[in-house]
């Protein structure tokens, strides 16, 4: 949709604050992070360096990254009833599902809407905050960031910096744990689930399923580890790896399941949701609407009148130019272009995406790669489940460095947005960060070299929510 400037919420002044507060207190930067680098739990989940200090989030980007999310999800989650006459097999064919995954989404999207697991991811740049993509579906990674967040605490440096500024944070696992209860009958129950992975990535996120299990078992939720082929279908309920489950949480992703005979895998654990044995988060057409695909469908300016001012504003400021990797391209401005030309003239600024690939994987940045690597990748996606994205360049944030000076970092921001009939709160599920050095970075993957904060808000006491905990416990609580 055509893109227009706006002022952009002011970016917290907390930052400066507190580095200049570690600098009268003679603090050594080392320091403060040193309860997290300890965490084995930590290190598991998080394998690479942590940031000396949090992010600080002000009452206005809070709001902001909410509102924003809040809308884009919400036209996502429409797409086919404003533009398909509600059939959500229509969409998976516009957006490039193959048959066997349309066929598994539409099979789900009957009935209530699910409860809402989402993160946004976001760059800030010049003008304000930018979605990346919209992940929905309860294979979130980040979601025990809070854990972080506790281990900073530790330091009573920033234990005295949020008291005294009134911030907060959000236990993003215990808004997950709140819905998963929200689907398995009630806030009272203990139920057990099945954290599903995919047979053959199982071995590769066994061990931070067992974390995620101790985790959730923390707070009254037992769990299963296990890949989908440990699931049986027997009378009256379903069985992970032998034993009986409320629920399963859905770690594989419908990118794995491209064959008839995948899909089998599934028909068990289908056979029990539809029977109503056991409930499934997130449900299988969840991917449906949180893929790039979907994006580029907001971003066409030819569905501008089927949105309201408010949310035309939203898209306008938040969303930047997607488009299905086609060979004319319709601009921002209503105009066409040939996509080769377009796409060797705008290469520093356009990021190539599979539409339902997830942790990167695909993904060709057009400033990374030779001219002529880039045309071959854009040629070869034609008529595709690819999208061109219009680039977003993060601006730098300055963190603390150990001669004393700043460094700058460029922060990737995964936004949660949670459920507020489970939750009990305004919809804000927390925000977990990965950061780079690279001020050409295209994509922030999970690793070694990865950095991560956590964040802390300001609290806004004219319309603060009820939270599912106290934002300054310093253990597990419970509800």
Request: net charge neutral.
């Amino acid at each position: 949709m055509t893109a227009h400037r706006h002022a952009s919420p002011a970016r917290s002044g907390l930052g400066r604050a507190y580095r200049e507060q570690l600098a009268r207190e003679g603090v050594r930067i080392e320091e403060l992070n040193r309860d997290a680098a300890a965490s084995r739990l930590l290190r598991i989940t998080y394998p690479g360096e942590f940031l000396p200090t949090p992010v600080f989030v002000s009452a206005a980007e809070r709001a902001a990254l909410l509102r924003d999310g809040e809308t884009v999800h919400r036209l996502l989650t429409e797409l086919p009833d404003r533009l398909f006459g509600g059939d959500p097999g229509a969409l998976a064919e516009a957006v490039g599902l193959t048959e066997v995954q349309a066929r598994l989404a539409s099979r789900a999207a009957d009935g209530p809407p699910p409860l809402r697991l989402a993160r946004s991811d976001v760059y800030r740049d010049a003008e304000g905050f930018k979605l990346l993509e919209m992940n929905i579906s309860s294979a979130l990674g980040g979601a025990e960031i809070a854990t972080l967040n506790r281990a900073m605490l530790g330091h009573p440096a920033l234990a005295r910096f949020t008291a005294e500024h009134g911030l907060g944070y959000v236990d993003t696992l215990q808004h997950f744990a709140a819905t998963v209860r929200a689907a398995c009958g009630g806030p009272h129950r203990t139920p057990v689930v099945a954290l599903a992975e995919w047979p053959e990535t199982f071995a590769d996120y066994e061990l931070w399923l067992h974390v995620t299990a101790s985790l959730l078992e923390d707070v009254g939720i037992e769990c299963v580890p296990c890949h989908v082929g440990e699931l049986a279908d027997r009378p009256g309920r379903l069985e992970a790896r032998g034993r009986p489950v409320d629920a399963v949480v859905r770690f594989f992703l419908l990118d794995e399941i491209r064959t008839p005979q995948k899909a089998a895998l599934l028909e068990p654990l289908l056979r029990a949701v539809d029977a109503g044995t056991v409930r499934l988060l997130s449900r299988m057409d969840t991917e449906l609407y949180g893929n790039k695909g979907t994006l580029a469908l907001l971003s066409d300016d030819r569905h501008r009148a089927l949105c309201t001012p408010a949310e035309r504003d939203c898209l306008d400021r938040f969303l930047p130019w997607t488009h299905f990797v086609r060979p004319v391209l319709r601009l921002p401005d209503g105009s066409t272009a040939e996509l080769e030309r377009y796409a060797r003239a705008e290469q520093p600024d356009l990021v190539l995406k599979p539409v339902l690939s997830h942790r990167g994987i695909g993904t060709v940045p057009g400033w990374t790669v030779p001219a002529a690597t880039w045309l071959d990748r854009v040629r070869r996606a034609v008529g595709g489940p690819y999208v061109l994205q219009r680039r977003v360049v993060p601006t730098a944030e300055a963190f603390p460095a150990p001669d004393g000076g700043t460094r700058e970092v460029y922060l990737n921001w995964g936004v949660f947005l949670t459920d507020p009939s489970a939750t009990g709160s305004d919809g804000y599920g927390g925000c977990y960060i990965r950061a780079s050095d690279d001020p050409g970075i295209g994509v922030i993957r999970t690793g070694p070299s990865t950095k991560y904060a956590c964040a802390f808000h300001e609290e806004d006491s004219a319309a603060a929510a009820p939270r599912v905990r106290p934002v300054h416990a310093t253990g597990r609580p419970g509800f």
